[in-house]
């Protein structure tokens, strides 16, 4: 890969971490076409070694939030109820004491954060409402999910009295969503699984991969160990987890070629196909929901949905109609008697999707033609290829299946 300078910010950044005990070998930052700034190995690597170690000290963690906030009083509101900042998830206080400008150290780590307008352009939260509406079905209830959360942290935190504006909290919030590590010490041991999170200065320099580098926790502090070899010049990766594209793309901004995970949520395009009985019966099944396909076909839990969306193609009563449907959950029943109306509908969603996608197609262009400042082009472009990332999916599935998948118009 062309070498190319991370800029002087990200050098003093460097040096400074350098300076106070932040270990970094055989690797170094470096600006990263599409993906902001990175890492590069800046000679062989083999797999196995370490490559960064960030001590404790360095962390932004719930508790150093509270530590830094300036006393706030504990109040008893009207029903009796104490407020104060236990009432915040760690992502809400980590977010109001950036915004707030309350955590004073490593101040040369802040300025190396991406501004509020690059957000604006990437992540799908901070877009205009009609450019989200774009999104592919999951992704807007992504969005929608993370809206209630901001609103939500955003009212508590100015509840509490912290001085904090609309814009300012979005952007905190906006940086811990997407540059925090999942942080779980031995103290934490009842807590809740989204709030084991902390900021990491460097290591939070990673970008993503499906396979990436190892990162370990332990008291002393995280360090990076190589998952491969790398050969110098090549970008040096963790992995965020096993998520789709549209996840990456509603919780960090952007669409990863060849994604080994991704798959297309169809929950829309199921879900209404069912009525209350039947939902509740997959609900106390736990059937209910998360229903995906990939190029590989439908997953076996869209494939119980469907199935009880179908019940009535079979004979018999209802309660052997939901035993049968048990058979085949338990894997005793091949399904093989309904499997032909199941393939129909499943032919029938694909192409409810290709025409979504369409749909989307036309009003991309008509919105590329007006050059409208915050639905920028680069948004555009994003959509565009998260549409087309789906039809790919659709088309290699429709092969599998013996028809044609459908084709997004230029
Ligand atoms: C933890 S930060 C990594 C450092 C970041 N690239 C920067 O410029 O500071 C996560 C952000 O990096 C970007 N990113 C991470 N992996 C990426 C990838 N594979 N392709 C494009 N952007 C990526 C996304 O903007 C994401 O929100």
Same mark, same amino acid.
């Given at each position: 890969m062309a070498e190319l300078p991370a800029g002087q910010v990200h050098d003093d950044f460097t040096t400074w971490a350098r300076q106070n005990g932040i270990t970094i070998k055989k690797v170094k930052v470096s600006a990263i076409p599409n993906a902001g700034i990175g890492i590069v190995a800046t000679e062989d690597i083999k797999a196995g070694e370490t490559l960064v170690f960030t001590p404790s000290s360095f962390l932004l963690t719930r508790e150093v939030a509270v530590a830094s906030v300036p006393t706030l009083p504990i109040r008893t509101d009207e029903n009796g109820r104490e407020r104060g900042l236990?009432?915040?998830r760690t992502h809400a206080l980590i977010a109001a004491v950036l915004a707030t400008k309350s !955590?004073?150290?490593?101040?040369s780590w802040l300025d190396v954060w991406p501004n509020h307008n690059s957000f604006k352009e990437f992540m799908p939260l901070l877009w205009l409402q009609e450019t989200q509406q774009l999104l592919t079905p999951s992704a807007i209830s992504h969005v929608n999910r993370q809206r209630e959360k901001l609103e939500t942290d955003f009212n508590l935190v100015k509840g509490l009295g912290f001085e904090v504006t609309k814009e300012g909290f979005e952007h905190a919030w906006v940086i811990v969503n997407t540059r925090t590590l999942f942080y779980k010490p031995?103290? !934490?041991?009842?807590?809740l699984r989204e709030d084991c999170m902390c900021l990491c200065p460097f290591i939070d320099y990673f970008n993503h991969s499906d396979e990436g580098c190892k990162v370990e926790l332990s008291p002393k502090g995280f360090t990076v160990i190589s998952n491969r070899e790398y050969r110098a010049g090549d970008q040096v990766f963790v992995s965020y987890?096993?998520?789709?594209n549209d996840f990456l793309l509603c919780e960090y901004g952007f669409l990863l070629d060849n994604n080994k995970y991704d798959d297309v949520n169809i929950d829309s395009f199921i879900l209404p196909r069912l009525n209350q009985v039947q939902k509740s019966h997959l609900e106390s099944r736990d059937f209910l929901g998360d229903y995906n396909l990939d190029q590989t076909g439908f997953c076996f839990r869209s494939q119980v949905a469907l199935r009880m969306s179908l019940l009535?193609?079979?004979?018999?009563n209802a309660a052997e109609k939901l035993n049968w449907l048990q058979m085949y959950i338990a894997g005793? !029943?091949?399904?093989?008697?309904e499997e032909h109306f199941v393939q129909e509908t499943e032919n029938r969603i694909c192409g409810e999707i290709i025409n979504r996608a369409s749909d989307v197609n036309k009003e991309l262009k008509r919105l590329e033609g007006l050059d409208r400042g915050t639905s920028g082009s680069n948004t555009l472009v994003m959509l565009r290829k998260r549409w087309a990332q789906v039809l790919d999916i659709i088309r290699e599935l429709g092969v599998n299946m013996g028809w044609d998948g459908g084709k997004l118009e230029e």
């Open positions: 236990h009432e915040l !955590y004073k150290e490593q101040k031995a103290s !934490y041991k009842d807590a987890g096993p998520h789709n009535n193609v079979r004979s018999g005793v !029943y091949d399904g093989s008697r």
